[in-house]
């Protein structure tokens, strides 16, 4: 069994910061990539950064500049750092973890708000 824990959501003025952590745990195999995704009310669901095992990132248009994903190895944990906050970027946030086997682990979801 695969567990994925989001954690660092909240409320959070726009220009504000707010740091995401994604934390597998369980019988899973090496991690191949990690990902944040991110659905706001009415819309579809969209990649917003990945990490690949060799360090490599790729970010959406859209948070370029603002979001920086990292991860640590031997902790299985993903981070997404988001700065400069603005109200589109109110979301509930999942992270996402695929293994060298190919399978893909997805959390519960975190919700992050941008308002005044």
């Known amino acids: 069994q695969v567990q994925l824990v989001e954690s660092g959501g909240g409320l959070v003025q726009p220009g504000g910061s707010l740091r995401l952590s994604c934390a597998a745990s369980g019988s899973i195999f090496s991690i191949n990539a990690m990902r944040w995704y991110r659905q706001a009310p009415g819309k579809q669901r969209e990649l917003v950064a990945t990490?690949?095992?060799?360090?490599?990132?790729n970010y959406a248009n859209s948070v370029k500049g603002r979001f920086i994903i990292s991860r640590d190895n031997a902790k299985n944990t993903a981070y997404l750092q988001m700065n400069s906050l603005k109200p589109e970027d109110t979301a509930v946030y999942y992270c996402n973890v695929a293994d060298a086997r190919a399978r893909v682990y997805w959390g519960q979801g975190t919700q992050v708000t941008v308002s005044s």
């Open positions: 990490i690949i095992s060799g360090g490599n990132t």
